[in-house]
């Protein structure tokens, strides 16, 4: 049985910070895992993503103040988000995959939510100002 369980979401002031973890089981092979956000009427939009090979990708609301990582051992990623916005107040969840793309561009990972295979049930995080 597949598993993507989230944790560490809660209330944070802005300034903060919020360290999430997705520990994941039950699927045999991962290329890629992604953290995605959702905020009340607005779509699902990537956060960051990480691949086997470790290169990472992240939204440019992201870059400089979050940062992705895993634990292959642990099979767990994590999402440090540092200096909250109230504007990063979402829905964040966890994604994986067992393939990644390599683009001429020098991005790799994927196009886009549909090609993530596996979700979890999300953790709210809400940044007050």
């Known amino acids: 049985q597949v598993q993507l369980v989230e944790s560490g979401g809660g209330l944070v002031q802005a300034g903060g910070s919020l360290r999430l973890s997705c520990v994941v089981s039950?699927?045999?092979?991962?290329?890629?895992l992604g953290w995605y956000r959702q905020a009340p009427g607005k779509q699902r939009e990537l956060v960051a993503s990480?691949?086997?090979?470790?290169?990472?990708t992240y939204a440019n609301s992201a870059k400089g103040r979050f940062a992705i990582s895993r634990d292959t051992v642990k099979n767990t990623v994590y999402l440090q988000m540092n200096s909250l916005k109230p504007e990063d107040t979402a829905v964040y969840y966890c994604?994986?995959?067992?393939?990644?793309?390599?683009?001429?561009?020098?991005?790799?990972?994927?196009?886009?939510?549909?090609?993530?295979?596996?979700w979890g049930q999300g953790t709210q995080v809400t940044v007050s100002s």
């Open positions: 994604a994986a995959a067992p393939r990644t793309y390599y683009f001429r561009s020098g991005y790799v990972g994927l196009h886009g939510p549909d090609e993530y295979d596996y």
């Open positions: 990480i691949t086997s090979d470790g290169s990472t």
């Open positions: 039950g699927i045999l092979q991962i290329n890629t």
